[in-house]
C-alpha cells in the first residue's frame, strides 16, 4: 500500500492521485471479486469524478481490477484515457529452474545478488511450511510486503488470491482502448515464451494494441524511491 501511495508524491499537485482500497471491501463482509471489487470502486471513481477522461493504473495482480475497471467505464461511453499495468501478474509464468534460471540470467549484475537472497529466504519460508514450524501461505515474501499491516491474513489471501484465480476470465474479455505496460527488469527476457510474456498475453486482449515501457527496479522496488520517479516522470508525460 505504502509503495503505491509513493506515487502521489511525483505525479505533482496538478495531478491528483487515489488510491482504491480491495481489503476495505472484504472487512465490510462484502463477497470479493474482480467484478464486486469493479462495481465498487467504480461508485468510489464517480464519486470524486462523475465523468471521464479517466486515468487508470494497477500493480501488480492489482491490473486485473484496474482492467474490469477501464472496461465498464468504456462500455458505459466514459472516455478511458489512460490505462497503465505495472509488472502485471503472471500466472502461467511458472516457478520452473530454466524460468528462474532465464529470469536469473536478464537482471543486471547489480540485481543477481538480491535476487538470489530473496529466492533463498522463499525457499527457507517454503522449507519451514514444509516441517510444520510455519502456517500456510500462498502469498509470496515480496506481496506480502506490499499488503497493509491492520489487514489480517485470511483477508490478505482472499484477495490475492481471488486476483490471481481470475486472470483467465479477465483475458477471455477484450478491451477496446490502449493498454501501457510498464516493466521492471527481469520482467521479461530473450526468448521468453509466448503464454508467459505480459506482452503478448496484454496485446491480445488490447484493442489498440500495448505501449511497453521498461522501467527500472524490480516487481517492488519499482514503486519506491529513487525508481519511482521514473513512474512519476511517465505519468507527468
Request: net charge positive; glycine share 10%; with cysteine.
Amino acid at each position: 500500500r505504502e509503495s503505491v501511495l509513493n506515487i502521489r508524491t511525483v505525479t505533482g499537485p496538478e495531478r491528483p492521485f487515489y488510491a482504491l482500497a480491495p481489503f476495505a471491501l472484504v472487512k465490510e463482509g462484502a463477497e470479493y471479486d474482480i467484478d464486486t471489487a469493479a462495481a465498487k470502486h467504480l461508485e468510489e471513481i464517480r464519486a470524486v469524478q462523475p465523468h471521464g477522461p479517466y486515468l487508470l493504473g494497477g500493480h501488480c495482480s492489482g491490473g486485473f481490477p484496474a482492467l474490469e475497471l477501464a472496461r465498464r467505464l468504456t462500455l458505459q461511453g466514459e472516455n478511458v484515457a489512460f490505462l497503465v499495468v505495472v509488472n502485471p501478474m503472471n500466472p502461467e509464468r511458472g516457478s520452473t529452474l530454466s524460468s528462474q534460471w532465464q529470469t536469473f540470467s536478464a537482471l543486471s549484475p547489480t540485481k543477481k545478488i538480491p535476487y538470489v537472497m530473496e529466492k533463498t529466504k522463499r525457499l527457507g519460508s517454503v522449507l519451514r511450511r514444509k516441517l510444520g514450524s510455519a502456517s500456510k501461505d500462498p502469498i509470496p515474501p515480496q506481496v506480502r510486503g506490499e499488503l497493509p499491516p491492520d489487514a489480517n491474513q485470511q483477508i490478505n489471501q482472499r484477495v490475492y488470491q481471488t486476483n490471481r484465480g481470475g486472470w483467465k476470465t479477465q483475458f477471455e474479455r477484450s478491451f477496446s482502448g490502449r493498454i501501457d505496460l510498464w516493466l521492471a527488469e527481469g520482467c521479461v527476457y530473450p526468448g521468453m515464451r509466448p503464454d508467459t510474456d505480459p506482452r503478448v498475453l496484454w496485446g491480445k486482449i488490447a484493442g489498440r494494441g500495448v505501449h511497453v515501457h521498461m522501467v527500472p527496479g524490480d516487481h517492488v522496488s519499482v514503486l519506491n524511491p529513487p525508481h519511482v520517479q521514473v513512474i512519476g516522470e511517465l505519468l507527468r508525460s
